[in-house]
């Protein structure tokens, strides 16, 4: 495939960025900030008595933030935390259950059900959205709710629909304080953003050199579990939606147990693809043992492979730190293709036929 978009002219970059993804990115430390600071103290919050189990429900952009605090807080705190991306709750829902019920939009039809459910299931409830029919629901039902600005796209608001869980548990005594490791975070992604900002040329720009190593690529990202799982889960998400191109994840060491041994056949495709292999300090020493095996096993199987590495000290910091990195390079990946990285036009199409069905 030719570059339609030279990535070291900022002002080409921008302007097929019709709806601000850049100015989305370049926002995103003031948005942690804001999510950190102001969103959640004001809310009134439920007496909890008794929390068996945690569940996030939300879809795409709205979900992951569930994920996030699902891998953060896995050390941290006794009660298991579940992701739910159904019409459908788990059957262990009930009185003893936290539910945040997530929907930037709030009008996700998945969410908006499941939601139901756990009102009627006598579940403790917290909303999250920036309004809508799950603003107006959960008002009327007498819950919390945590309205975030909005204006951007879904994918865009990780700070909005991820923070004020972290907030919410602390002021629970579900979680201890995170205030000291989002301030770290937030330093740590604004020094990023001047490294890999569409004014820094390719040949210093992180994100765009890895754009340019998935240009007509099939991009398979890796994490490891308890760590970057929900990382390489991002970047395939946002390589979708942004670059409009497939993207594939999985995590270690289960791939090792099945997806290293796909590797033979047919080859023609498998020079398509890139892997990106997500790290970090953090990750099993058994783990990283077998990313360094891995990484010989594969390396004449595949186009080849690009090493990620988290940065910065607190949990926090290093998943943020990976997550920038993939956000930039999918939009310099859309520049590339030669796509608005911004419209999700299939997406706006199917929810269009699923309301006239």
Not at 212 to 227: E, M
Not at 326 to 339: I, M, P, Q
Request: proline share 5%; hydrophobic share 40%.
């Amino acid at each position: 495939m030719s570059q339609l978009v030279d990535l070291n002219q900022e002002d080409e970059l921008r302007r097929i960025d019709t709806i601000g993804m850049f100015a989305a990115l370049d926002g995103l430390p003031g948005q942690c900030a804001r999510a950190c600071r102001e969103l959640v103290e004001k809310v009134q919050l439920p007496e909890i008595k008794a929390i068996s189990n945690i569940v996030v429900t939300g879809l795409g952009g709205s979900a992951i933030g569930g994920d996030l605090l699902r891998v953060y807080a896995a050390g941290q705190i006794s009660v298991p935390i579940t992701v739910n991306r159904d019409y459908v709750l788990p059957k262990f829902v009930g009185p003893d259950t936290l539910v945040f019920a997530v929907s930037y939009s709030g009008n996700t039809e998945e969410t908006l059900s499941a939601y139901s459910e756990a009102r009627n299931r006598g579940a403790s409830v917290v909303a999250i959205t920036t309004g809508g029919k799950l603003g107006e629901a959960a008002k009327k039902d007498s819950f919390p709710v945590i309205e975030i600005p909005g204006g951007i796209s879904p994918r865009s608001a990780t700070g909005y629909l991820f923070i004020p869980t972290l907030k919410v548990l602390n002021r629970l005594g579900l979680l201890s304080d995170v205030t000291e490791e989002l301030d770290e975070m937030i330093d740590l992604i604004g020094n990023m953003r001047a490294k890999l900002g569409p004014a820094v040329m390719e040949a210093e720009n992180p994100a765009k050199q890895i754009a340019r190593k998935l240009q007509g690529r099939i991009p398979v990202i890796w994490g490891s579990a308890g760590t970057t799982e929900v990382v390489a889960q991002r970047w395939k998400g946002q390589i979708n939606e942004n670059a409009k191109s497939p993207a594939y994840w999985n995590v270690l060491p289960e791939l090792n147990h099945n997806e290293i041994v796909g590797l033979e056949f047919p080859p023609e495709i498998l020079k398509k693809i890139h892997i990106i292999i997500l790290r970090d300090e953090r990750d099993h020493p058994r783990v990283q043992k077998r990313i360094e095996i891995t990484k010989e096993v594969i390396q004449n199987a595949v186009d080849g492979y690009t090493e990620v590495r988290a940065t910065g000290s607190g949990v926090l910091a290093r998943l943020y730190s990976l997550i920038y990195t993939g956000d930039f390079a999918s939009v310099y990946l859309a520049a590339l293709n030669g796509v608005d990285p911004g419209p999700v036009k299939v997406i706006d199409l199917l929810k269009k036929e699923l309301q006239n069905r």
